[in-house]
């Protein structure tokens, strides 16, 4: 099993280097709170913690699973002892509100931590990850009452939260949910419904869980608009009864065996309306953007945990000799790191796991001025910035984690392939990132569809202008053209390559669901390319500066290179495949798909 050590080298490279943190927290009120030492104290913590109590319990997880004992989920050995201890360090306070029993602190340091619990165990963080959202839309919609009750012990993470979204028929088209919450005479609600692949649904790790579930008034609007919002607790907070809520079933998955993904029977439970009647969708979608950057963290932390385990072992294996001469004139064999083809794989998954920290840290960076920045004009330009980087963190990010996840895997062998090292492990629970919370379509309908073509490009060009800026800053200087030239013809053929397909879909709405895929994964890779150029550039000069870190910053800018060549000449393909027009898929006769 990889033995976990946060890279706290390289989150603070990222944090402070590259988007300077410090000034970041000190240009919005209440960020200043969050001090260079506050900071650091925080995430060395925080290391400590996911290194020595939650990364021993990843293949324990994996291995015992979660059991339903008397209509009770039992969680695996360690499980509640490590969420007690992560209760009492104060870990869920991090980054909410200090009138609810919160620190206050800016939500990129959360984020922070999210990376390291996930990287460490997946399975086990997405207890109280889900409980983030949750305290997010209470905080947003509820009443007052609603966060008296709910919202103190949720910070606190005293109790845990869900969200009830999809059932058994609908997946992910919400319109059709058939769920249903009737008027009670004292202003309740008693709701009943079944939902499915209720992630950390049922446990025993708290006392309380607090679902956030949607469901249809009487004589509600057919399709989304029609979809209300309510808190259904499965203890009642004011008498202790236990609710009418029960864990069905528990799923058996391919992966994140530790965290109980439940079937859920609401069957008369007592609810509270959220937010507004029928505009339940909009309430969730608050919940719904804080999972998705949470779960384009699994993509970052499966290539960082995939690259630890293949890294450590490939110094270590002994196999054949280099095609350049004998390394280990010691050794029966040399060292498979020596390998190009092993070195590919490694550069790949490091490549990876260093760009996505990049964009998901400026990301969360984003959601701190959305709600921190001191002018309307600039929390707006932050919440559009972070409304188009959101699909892309989700799709992207998880796509090319698994891939990077696959490559650790393969360095190791036939070993991969064997549960013992913990490398198949890592591939089965990063599989399902590309499926929850928006499948990769659906996250790729989202930014073609709503967040470029339905805003004329807008959205686009907001990014697309810190890459023209980047280009033209770096223009003179010899050292960055080699990434700032592909950037700059790569920026601007977004542009166009977008302006052609509003243009094919404007005769045809199916192109855009044809391209969108394509049109997502290019972006991905331009938006990646960006923040490996601006490293890159950090790099050259602590290099040029006389640095004592000599290793680092070459291997930084090295990794850029490789970044240059290897995966971003895959926008070349996207692109052609983006235009390639919805004949090619659409053509075929539903009668024709045989076998």
Not at 326 to 345: C, E, F, L, Q, S
Not at 506 to 528: F, Q
Not at 555 to 572: D, E, G, M
Request: charged letters at 20%.
């Amino acid at each position: 099993m990889p033995e976990y050590k946060a890279p706290l080298r390289e989150i603070n490279f990222v944090m402070k280097e590259l988007l300077d943190s410090d000034a970041h927290y000190a240009s919005f009120p209440g960020g200043e709170e969050a001090s260079p030492e506050m900071v650091d104290a925080i995430i060395g913590e925080g290391a400590k913690f996911c290194e020595e109590v939650i990364a021993p319990l990843n293949q324990v997880g994996d291995e015992e699973g979660c059991t339903l004992v008397d209509g009770t989920v039992k969680t695996p050995t360690g499980f509640k002892e490590a969420y007690q201890q992560f209760v009492e360090g104060g870990w869920p306070t991090l980054s909410a509100d200090t009138n609810y029993g919160g620190q206050g602190l800016p939500e990129s340091l959360n984020i922070v931590m999210s990376e390291m619990v996930g990287t460490a165990n997946w399975s086990w963080g997405m207890y109280p990850g889900l409980s983030h959202g949750a305290v997010n839309t209470v905080h947003e919609f509820g009443t007052e009452e609603q966060k008296e009750t709910y919202l103190t012990k949720l910070v606190t993470g005293e109790w845990t939260g869900t969200m009830c979204l999809t059932e058994p028929h609908c997946g992910s088209d919400l319109g059709i949910l058939r769920s249903k919450a009737e008027p009670n005479a004292d202003g309740s609600y008693s709701i009943t419904g079944t939902k499915i692949f209720i992630s950390a649904g049922d446990h025993d790790m708290v006392d309380n869980i607090i679902h956030i579930v949607l469901a249809r008034l009487p004589g509600a609007p057919q399709g989304t608009k029609g979809i209300s919002l309510f808190i259904v607790p499965k203890f009642l907070p004011e008498s202790g009864a236990e609710n009418a809520v029960s864990c069905g079933s528990l799923e058996h998955k391919m992966g994140i065996h530790g965290n109980a993904t439940c079937v859920m029977n609401f069957d008369g439970s007592k609810g509270w309306l959220i937010g507004a009647e029928n505009k339940g969708l909009n309430c969730m979608f608050t919940f719904m953007n804080t999972a998705r950057i949470g779960t384009a963290l699994q993509g970052v932390g499966a290539a960082e945990g995939s690259f630890q385990g293949a890294l450590a072992y490939a110094k270590d294996r002994l196999a054949m000799r280099a095609l350049t001469g004998v390394k280990n004139p010691d050794g029966p064999a040399d060292p498979i790191i020596v390998h190009p083809d092993v070195r590919r794989m490694l550069l790949i998954q490091k490549s990876i796991a260093e760009g996505s920290r990049a964009m998901c840290y400026f990301s969360a960076q984003q959601a701190d001025l959305v709600h921190g920045a001191e002018t309307e004009e600039a929390r707006k330009e932050a919440d559009d910035m972070l409304g188009f980087m959101t699909p892309i963190l989700k799709a992207f990010i998880t796509e090319i984690g698994y891939e990077a996840a696959n490559h650790g895997m393969q360095v190791f062998g036939g070993h991969g392939f064997i549960s013992e090292w913990g490398m198949e492990q890592i591939v089965r629970d990063t599989r399902i990132s590309l499926m929850y919370e928006g499948t990769t379509g659906i996250q790729a309908l989202d930014l073609l569809g709503r967040k470029v073509l339905m805003t004329q490009g807008a959205a686009l060009k907001q990014f697309t202008k810190l890459v023209h800026v980047f280009c033209k800053e770096n223009a003179d200087n010899e050292e960055m053209k080699q990434f700032v030239e592909p950037l700059l013809t790569l920026n601007k053929e977004w542009g166009d390559l977008t302006m052609k397909v509003g243009m094919l879909a404007m005769k045809d709405r199916d192109e855009v669901g044809s391209a969108s895929v394509d049109y997502l994964m290019y972006s991905g890779y331009v938006t990646m390319a960006y923040f490996w150029a601006r490293m890159a550039l950090i790099a050259q000069q602590k290099l040029a500066e006389g640095t004592t870190e000599t290793g680092f910053y070459t291997a930084k800018v090295q990794t850029a290179q490789f970044y240059f060549k290897r995966l971003l000449p895959r926008t070349k393909g996207h692109a052609e495949m983006m235009l390639a027009g919805s004949d090619s898929v659409m053509a075929m006769e539903e009668e024709n798909f045989m076998f």
